[in-house]
C-alpha cells in the first residue's frame, strides 16, 4: 500500500475541496428562481401577442380611415399654402416631404389617428378615434416588457456563463486530482524503491541496488544509497577476505612448523647416512641421497613461502611516487627478462600514493614476473598509471594467452597454482599486501590481449588510514 501517494492526495482534497465547495455554493446563490425564469417567458409571449395586436389594430383603423376619406364620410380639414406659416409641425413636415399620403398618431399619448393626403399645394387632414386606445402609452409599455424580457434573457446568459463556469472549474479540479495521483505515484515509486533497497541491504543482500530516477534530490538519495551500496559490498568482501587470510596464515603457521620439524631429522640421516656408506654401494647411495636432499630443498622452499604468507608484516606508510616506482621496477625486471618488451604509459598529472614502499614493490615485481613469464620469448609487457575515482592506480598488462574461466575464479585463492613452478601464493600475498595499503587488486580486461591487473592506493591528500594502522 503506497501511504506517501495516498496522504500526498488527500491532502490535496482537503486543500481544494473546501474552496471547489464554496465557489459552487456561492455562484448557484445568484442563479434566478425557476418560477422568474418561467414569468418571464410568459411575459414575453404576452408582449409578443400584444404587440401584434396592436399593429393589426393599427393598420386596421388606417384603413378605415382612409376609406372613409376617399367615400366622403370623413371631412378633411385643408391647409392652404396662404396659412403655410400657421400649419402644425406634422403638416409641415409632411409638405416638405415627397410622401403623398401619412398616417400618424395623434391626441392624447395617440388615442387618435390622422391620415395626411397632399393635393397640390394644399394639405388635407382626415381625424378618427381610436375608440380611446392610447397607442402611444401602449407601444411604451410593450417597450418596458420587451426590456423585461431581453433584461431577463441576458440575466438567463448569465446564467449559462456561471454554470460552464462550474462544469469547467469541476472538469480542472478532476484533472487537476487525476495529475496529482500520478505525480503522487511518480514520487512515491523512487522512496518505495529505496524503502524496499534498504530492507534488502538490512537484511543482508549487498546486491540490492536502486535505479536512479534523475538527478533531483530523491534521484541523488539514491545514487548516494547505491554508493554506500558499492562501498559496503566492498568494504565486506575485503573484509571476508581478510578473514581468509587469517585462517589460512594459521593453517599455513602449522604446516610450516611440521614440516620444519620432521625435514630436520631427515636431513641429519641423510647426512649420517653419507658418512658410513660403504664404497661398494657409493652411487647408489649418492644418488638416493641426492634425491631425498632435492626433495628437502623443495618441501624448504614452500616451507619458506608458506612462512612469508604467513608472516604479518609491519606496515610503515609513506608518500610515494607511483610513476617512478613503476620505473624502477621495470628497470629492475628488464635485465632478468630481456627477452621481453617492456612499455609505461605514465599519467603526468598522477598525485603522489600513502603506502609502505616495500610492500607495493613487492606487489609490482609479483605482478610484473607473472606478466612476463605469461608474455613469454618476444612478449610485450605495458605499465599504466592514472587517477580513478579519487585513488591512484597501477596497471600491469601482458601478451600472453590470458586467464581460463578456471583462473578467474580462483585466482586470489592461496595454495591454487596455474603455474608449473609456483606455489599459488604470489597473488595472494600481493592482494594482501595492497589490502594492508588500503587499496586492493583487481582484474582487469588486458589492453595486449593477455591478462590485466589493477592495483589500486589512496591518495596521499586524502590523509588515509591503513588496515594496518586501524588495527
Known amino acids: 500500500m503506497n501511504r506517501l501517494r495516498n496522504k500526498l492526495v488527500l491532502i490535496f482534497l482537503a486543500a481544494t475541496l473546501a474552496p471547489l465547495a464554496a465557489t459552487i455554493w456561492f455562484t448557484a446563490s445568484l442563479l434566478e428562481p425557476t418560477g422568474l425564469i418561467r414569468a418571464t417567458a410568459e411575459i414575453d409571449a404576452l408582449s409578443q401577442s400584444l404587440l401584434r395586436t396592436s399593429q393589426e389594430f393599427y393598420h386596421r383603423a388606417c384603413d378605415d380611415l382612409k376609406r372613409d376619406a376617399q367615400t366622403g364620410a370623413a371631412q378633411p380639414i385643408k391647409y392652404t399654402s396662404a396659412f403655410r406659416t ?136 539514491i545514487q548516494a544509497f547505491n554508493h554506500m551500496a558499492d562501498k559496503l559490498q566492498e568494504s565486506t568482501e575485503r573484509l571476508v577476505y581478510l578473514r581468509q587470510l587469517a585462517s589460512w596464515q594459521t593453517l599455513a603457521r602449522k604446516m610450516a612448523h611440521e614440516v620444519k620439524n620432521s625435514l630436520t631429522p631427515i636431513r641429519l640421516t641423510v647426512e649420517e647416512m653419507m658418512a658410513r656408506y660403504d664404497e661398494a654401494d657409493r652411487a647408489f647411495v649418492e644418488q638416493a641421497a641426492q634425491i631425498v636432499v632435492d626433495e628437502i630443498e623443495t618441501l624448504e622452499r614452500r616451507i619458506r613461502a608458506f612462512s612469508q604468507f604467513a608472516a604479518e608484516p609491519p606496515v610503515e606508510p609513506g608518500e610515494l611516487d607511483v610513476n617512478s616506482l613503476l620505473q624502477e621496477r621495470i628497470a629492475f625486471l628488464r635485465s632478468a ?66 586467464l581460463s574461466e578456471q583462473a578467474r575464479a580462483s585466482l586470489f585463492q592461496p595454495t591454487i597454482s596455474f603455474k608449473k613452478r609456483g606455489m599459488g601464493l604470489g597473488l595472494s600475498i600481493a592482494r594482501k599486501s595492497a589490502l594492508l595499503s588500503g587499496g586492493d587488486i583487481e582484474l582487469v580486461k588486458g589492453e595486449l590481449g593477455g591478462a590485466g591487473f589493477r592495483v589500486l592506493l589512496p591518495v596521499a591528500a586524502n590523509g588515509f588510514q591503513t588496515l594496518a594502522d586501524r588495527g
Request: glycine share 10%.
Open 86 to 221: 400657421t400649419w402644425p409641425d406634422p403638416i409641415r413636415s409632411f409638405a416638405e416631404s415627397a410622401e403623398t399620403e401619412h398616417f400618424l398618431p395623434s391626441g392624447n399619448e395617440g388615442d387618435h389617428l390622422l391620415y395626411l393626403v397632399r393635393h397640390r399645394d394644399e394639405v388635407w387632414s382626415y381625424s378618427a378615434s381610436l375608440g380611446g386606445v392610447a397607442t402611444g402609452r401602449l407601444k411604451r409599455e410593450i417597450g418596458v416588457a420587451r426590456d423585461l424580457v431581453d433584461a431577463a434573457q441576458e440575466r438567463d446568459l448569465r446564467r449559462g456563463f456561471r454554470l460552464t463556469y462550474i462544469l469547467l472549474a469541476t472538469a480542472f479540479w478532476l484533472t487537476s486530482l487525476a495529475l496529482l495521483v500520478y505525480m503522487a505515484h511518480r514520487i512515491s515509486r523512487p522512496i518505495q524503491q529505496l524503502t524496499a533497497g534498504l530492507s534488502q541491504l538490512a537484511s543482508g543482500d549487498l546486491a540490492a541496488r536502486v535505479p536512479a530516477p534523475g538527478g533531483d534530490e530523491i534521484g541523488r538519495a
Open 337 to 402: 627478462h630481456p627477452e621481453v618488451a617492456y612499455d609505461c604509459r605514465l599519467s603526468g598529472h598522477v598525485p603522489h600514493v600513502v603506502a609502505d614502499q616495500d610492500l607495493i614493490k613487492g606487489i609490482l615485481t609479483n605482478l610484473l614476473e607473472n606478466a612476463a613469464e605469461a608474455a613469454g620469448v618476444g612478449g610485450r609487457i605495458l605499465g599504466v598509471t592514472a587517477e580513478q575515482q579519487g585513488r591512484v592506480s597501477i596497471e600491469v598488462h601482458d601478451s600472453g594467452p590470458g
